[in-house]
């Protein structure tokens, strides 16, 4: 069965406290891994897609990467903005539709 | 930028109504979603489609039915609605084809008393 998990559940770091998020997969086929920010009270905003083993992208102060396994969103230096659920999806080979498979997320709190 | 649009943020309805959620989406996408989000339960799928008037139950159809009339309108109906289909509600649109980024609306907060 295809699944998704994400650990941390929650984690707390303080402003400038560099730390890594991660999301461990297990799909019969890889088409593509997907995170996404979600603030309070609304909608998953897209952040990244990646699609194979050895693939990195950089937005401000996050960087997703990923293996055959799993993958990480490190935060450098985070700022309280950066306070936001993030989540993990993967989307695997035959899945009619291109729906996306989640995680449950982690929490991310920043405190200044 | 993609817009996806879902009409009314807020809702509470009666036990046994029908409710319908709509949403609307601007980007000419050919697939869109329902998903439900409910705390430690994650977002999970209730149906998607991939082209007008076709439909694909996802992981929890259950209680719920679709409507794809016109390819930028995706409607989640609750035929009778339950206490146990208080939740957050989820719409998406992606362009047709594979590994393409899925695009989410605001979400509907539904409550059922």
């Known amino acids: 069965e295809d699944q998704v998990t994400q650990s941390p559940e929650a984690l707390r770091l303080q402003e400038g406290e560099s730390s890594s998020l991660n999301c461990s997969y297990t799909v019969s086929g890889l088409r593509g891994l997907f995170w996404y920010r979600q603030d309070p009270g609304k909608g998953p905003e897209f952040l990244f897609t990646l699609y194979s083993a050895g693939e990195e992208k950089e937005k401000e102060r996050l960087k997703a990467t990923l293996t055959k396994k799993e993958s990480f969103l490190h935060i450098t230096a985070p700022k309280p903005e950066d306070s936001a659920t993030y989540l993990c999806?993967?989307?695997?080979?035959?899945?009619?539709?291109?729906?996306?498979?989640f995680g449950k997320g982690t929490t991310l709190s920043v405190s200044s | 930028d993609v817009k996806v649009t879902q009409s009314s943020r807020y809702l509470v309805k009666r036990t046994g109504e029908k409710v319908f959620l709509e949403c609307v989406q601007d980007m000419d996408h050919e697939n869109m979603f329902w998903y439900r989000q409910d705390p430690g339960l994650g977002l999970r799928l209730i149906y998607f489609?991939?082209?007008?008037?076709?439909?694909e139950k996802g992981d929890i159809p259950e209680g719920y039915s679709v409507s794809r009339e016109k390819k930028e309108r995706f409607s989640l109906i609750l035929e009778s609605a339950s206490t146990n289909q208080t939740s957050m509600y989820l719409c998406?649109?992606?362009?047709?084809?594979?590994?393409?980024?899925?695009?989410f609306g605001e979400g509907s907060w539904l409550t059922v008393v």
């Open positions: 998406a649109s992606s362009p047709g084809g594979t590994g393409n980024t899925i695009y």
């Open positions: 489609s991939y082209d007008v008037k076709m439909k």
């Open positions: 999806a993967v989307q695997p080979f035959g899945q009619a539709g291109t729906a996306l498979i």
